[in-house]
């Protein structure tokens, strides 16, 4: 089982940078993917950006060119960059691991309890 532990949100004002951690730790077998979502009160929970254990990201739309995703192997972490943050970038954050338990296990999905992001306009 996966534990996930964030840390780096807070308030900040329109055009301002917050970046985000999530450091995975318990027992598996080997992380595919980490990433992270947003939920805004009224909407849907959104991925915002992912990093797969090769490297590979995907991004929001939204946030192209102003997030990036990167991670740490070794320490299980992964990091986002929030530069020229917007109004509209406020929400919780929620950090995402899928790993594998097991060699022969299906991937399994842990949620990080969320951090708050708040821009001011």
């Known amino acids: 089982q996966v534990q996930l532990v964030e840390s780096g949100g807070g308030l900040v004002q329109s055009g301002g940078s917050l970046r985000l951690s999530c450091a995975a730790s318990?027992?598996?077998?080997?992380?595919?993917?980490m990433g992270w979502y947003r939920q805004a009160p009224g909407k849907q929970r959104e991925l915002v950006a992912r990093?797969?254990?090769?490297?590979?990201?995907d991004y929001a739309d939204s946030v192209k060119g102003r997030f990036t995703i990167s991670r740490d192997n070794a320490k299980n972490t992964v990091y986002l960059q929030m530069n020229t943050l917007e109004p509209e970038d406020t929400a919780v954050y929620y950090c995402?691991?899928?790993?594998?338990?097991?060699?022969?296990?299906?991937?399994?999905?842990?949620w990080g309890q969320g951090t708050q992001v708040t821009v001011s306009s």
């Open positions: 995402n691991c899928n790993y594998k338990p097991n060699w022969n296990r299906s991937p399994y999905d842990a």
């Open positions: 318990g027992r598996f077998f080997s992380i595919n993917a």
């Open positions: 990093i797969t254990s090769s490297g590979t990201t």
